[in-house]
C-alpha cells in the first residue's frame, strides 16, 4: 500500500516494513528500537546480504522534524531501492544498512491531521498549552548552547533536559548500541538542497572536514548527473545558522561516527514542505545516485 506518488502514514510504512521482513527474510531484520511518547513503535530496518561478516553500517534516519513529509519519503526509497531492486544487490555486499525511516511518528502523523500540516516537534506535553520539543534540539552535545529556544511553545524548543523526549533517547541508545561499525550518520530533513556536516552549534570546523566536505561534492555530483538540483555543501552553522542539539553533532561528537551528515532536501515551490506528490518519485529518484556514492565510499574505505 506504500506508494512514492503520495506521501504515506505511519502505519502503512510500518507494514510495508513488515511485509519486507516476510518477502525477504534472509536480507531483513526489524529492531523495535522503543516507543514513541504516544505509544506508537519506531522501528528499524537492517538490511544485510551477509549479517555475520561484521560489515561496517550505514545508519539512516528521516523525519526527525514532522512536517518534513520529503525526509521520510526519500528514506522509505532508500529502503525499496536496496531491498526490492536486484541492480542495486553489490550495495549490500560489503556495508550493512540500518535505516529508521520515521524518526518522530508522533509528529509525523499530527502533522497529517486537519490544521496541523505545520506541526515540526514531538508531541510531548510541555506546558500548559504548549506541546512538544524540537528534537533536533534535544541532544546531549552542547545542548542549549546556540540556535535552541526555551521557552516550550517555541518551534525550536530544546526540550526540559537533554534527552528528555523518548524518541531522541530511543536514537541515541539505538546508535550507541551499533557505534563500533558505524561508520556513517545520514539524517534527512527539508528544504533547502543542502548537504550539511558538523558542526552545527558552532562556525569552528571538524578536524576531518577536508574529508566531510569532499565525500559530500562527490555525492553531489552524482546527484547532479542524475539529473537533480545542485546541493550547497559546507558546515552547518557556516550554511545555515548555528543550532546546538542536533542528532547529527551528537552522532560525531559523542557517538564516535565521524562521517556525519544532515541532508536538506529539495522544497515545493508555494510552500516549502509540500513538494508536489507528483514529483516525489522523480526527487527520491535523483537523490538515491547520491547514496550509491555514499555506499560506494564506505565499502572501499573499511
Ligand atoms: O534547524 C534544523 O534542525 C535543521 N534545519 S531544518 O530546516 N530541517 O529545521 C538543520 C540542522 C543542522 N544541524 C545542526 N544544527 N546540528
Ligand atoms: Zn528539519
Redesign the pocket.
Known amino acids: 500500500k506504500i506508494s512514492f506518488s503520495k506521501y504515506n502514514t505511519f502505519n502503512d510504512i510500518n507494514a510495508y516494513l513488515y511485509q519486507l521482513q516476510m518477502d525477504y527474510h534472509n536480507l531483513v531484520k526489524l529492531q523495535n528500537i522503543g516507543t514513541t511518547y504516544e505509544k506508537r513503535g519506531m522501528v528499524v530496518i537492517q538490511i544485510s546480504s551477509n549479517p555475520s561478516a561484521n560489515n561496517p553500517i550505514i545508519f539512516i534516519d528521516g523525519g526527525i522534524?514532522a512536517r518534513?513529509w520529503i525526509a521520510p519519503a526519500q528514506v522509505l526509497y532508500i529502503i525499496n531501492q536496496l531491498v526490492e531492486n536486484p541492480a542495486n544487490r553489490d550495495l549490500l555486499d560489503d556495508v550493512d544498512w540500518h535505516i529508521l525511516p520515521v524518526a518522530n511518528p508522533d509528529g509525523y502523523e499530527y502533522s497529517q491531521t486537519i490544521n496541523h500540516r505545520m506541526w515540526?516537534k514531538t508531541r510531548s506535553q510541555q506546558a500548559k498549552n504548549c506541546m512538544g520539543t524540537?528534537a533536533?534540539?534535544n541532544f546531549e552535545f552542547y545542548w542549549g548552547l546556540s540556535?535552541a529556544s526555551s521557552n516550550p511553545c517555541a518551534d525550536?524548543y530544546k526540550g526540559p533536559k537533554p534527552f528528555s523526549e523518548v524518541e531522541t533517547q530511543n536514537l541515541r541508545d539505538y546508535l550507541l548500541k551499533i557505534k563500533k561499525n558505524a561508520k556513517l550518520y545520514l539524517t534527512f530533513?527539508?528544504?533547502?538542497n543542502l548537504i550539511?556536516y558538523?558542526?552545527?552549534?558552532t562556525s569552528e570546523l571538524p578536524h576531518d572536514e577536508f574529508e566531510l566536505r569532499t565525500l559530500a561534492k562527490e555525492v553531489n555530483d552524482a546527484i547532479v548527473k542524475a539529473g537533480g538540483p545542485s546541493y550547497t555543501i559546507g558546515s552547518?552553522?557556516n550554511v545555515?545558522?548555528?543550532?546546538?542539539?542536533?542528532s547529527?553533532?551528537w552522532a560525531k561528537g559523542v557517538a564516535g561516527i565521524e562521517l556525519s551528515y544532515?541532508i536538506?532536501l529539495p522544497g515545493g515551490k508555494k510552500n516549502g514542505f509540500d513538494i508536489p506528490a507528483n514529483e516525489i518519485l522523480k526527487v527520491v529518484n535523483q537523490t538515491f545516485a547520491g547514496m550509491i556514492v555514499y555506499g560506494k565510499y564506505i565499502s572501499v574505505k573499511y
Open positions: 522534524h518534513e515540526r524540537d533536533n534540539r540556535g525550536t530533513h527539508s528544504y533547502g550539511l558538523p558542526w552545527g552549534y552547518s552553522t545555515l545558522y548555528a543550532a546546538a542539539g542536533g547529527d553533532d544532515t536538506e
